[in-house]
């Protein structure tokens, strides 16, 4: 039964319900609190949705849901903009909150239409490449606060762990091969 109310659901539609599992342990997430499910039609997470009433909800990514009402590819304007304001409206009538993954390209504009940084309160963006274990993430939009605040993390077995003193820790640097100073201990 799945009508009680539960903390988060996260829809995957990029990768399987093995893989997410997988990463879920290592991070070491606690299950009871996490339903995922394995979607692209926004009509099915909109009917888990009602069903499931989390009070946060991720779609990962938005740039692979469609809705039936349009007859555009995933990730057109028509598609992207028809998803994203429904997934909205539900989130505002249900007060839950709601995270929408999308994709950035190389030059980091948000992959196919630009018309989603428009619909949404928040937009923060994870910059970092495969050749770092570091990552930057940064506020670009920001409705109800700053912008252009920014947290460096390590990335690490375990997932994001916060840079302390990011700047005067590079200032400090030592040559000591076996010691980042970015990593806290």
Do not use: W
């Not at 909800?57 to 028809?82: F, K, N, Y």
């Not at 950035?104 to 619909?119: D, F, N, R, S, Y």
């Not at 606060?145 to 820790?169: F, P, R």
């Amino acid at each position: 039964n799945l009508s009680h109310q539960m903390d988060s659901l996260y829809v995957t539609g990029e990768e399987s319900l093995q893989q997410v599992a997988l990463r879920a342990k290592r991070l070491g997430l606690v299950a009871e609190k996490l339903k995922m499910f394995s979607e692209t039609r926004l009509e099915a997470i909109e009917l888990i949705v009602q069903q499931v009433r989390p009070r946060v909800l991720v779609v990962d990514s938005i740039q692979v849901v469609s809705t039936d009402a349009i007859e555009s590819a995933p990730g057109s304007v028509s598609q992207v903009r028809e998803c994203a304001a429904r997934l909205t409206r539900l989130a505002k009538q249900t007060g839950m909150v709601l995270f929408l993954v999308g994709h950035v390209t190389k030059e980091g504009a948000i992959a196919g239409p630009k018309v989603l940084e428009h619909m949404i309160d928040c937009f923060i963006m994870l910059e970092g490449g495969n050749d770092s274990k570091y990552r930057i993430l940064r506020g670009q939009k920001n409705r109800f606060g700053a912008v252009n605040e920014l947290v460096v993390c390590a990335m690490t077995e375990i997932g994001l762990k916060e840079v302390t003193n990011a700047y005067a820790k590079c200032l400090a640097r030592t040559n000591d091969d076996h010691h980042d100073p970015l990593v806290r201990e």
